[in-house]
Nanobody
């Protein structure tokens, strides 16, 4: 089990940018072995994948709705994963969660059910 704490959410106007951070702690494993993912929950809708990054070669995955606008990255020395969000739109408004998986596969993990460890979430609100 690893503890995850998100930060960086807030209110921004459409077209603006935010960078979310997720700091990991409390695990006996080296942070670099974890796949890391960002998910979001829009009120009244299901939890959706936003982006993910693998632990070996840092392969990335992006939902179609955020391709070209969001960038996921990680700094293993700081035990932190980031989500840079540019050109934000009102439909990006949601609670954003980071998640960690110690799965040994080299391909990036994208299913929420395969991420056992989750942060508390951070609210992102995009106004028109």
């Amino acid at each position: 089990q690893v503890q995850l704490v998100e930060s960086g959410g807030g209110l921004v106007q459409a077209g603006g940018s935010l960078r979310l951070s997720c700091a990991a702690s409390g695990s006996g494993r080296t942070f670099s072995v974890y796949h890391m993912g960002w998910f979001r929950q829009i009120p009244g809708k299901e939890l959706d994948i936003v982006a993910a990054i693998s632990w070996v070669v840092e392969t990335t995955y992006y939902a179609d709705s955020v391709k070209g606008r969001f960038t996921i990255s990680r700094d293993n020395a700081k035990n932190t994963v980031y989500l840079q969000m540019n050109d934000l739109r009102p439909e990006d408004t949601a609670v954003y969660y980071c998640a960690a998986s110690a799965d040994l596969r080299r391909e990036v993990v994208t299913r929420s059910s395969e991420y056992p460890d989750w942060g508390q979430g951070t609210q992102v609100t995009v106004s028109s």
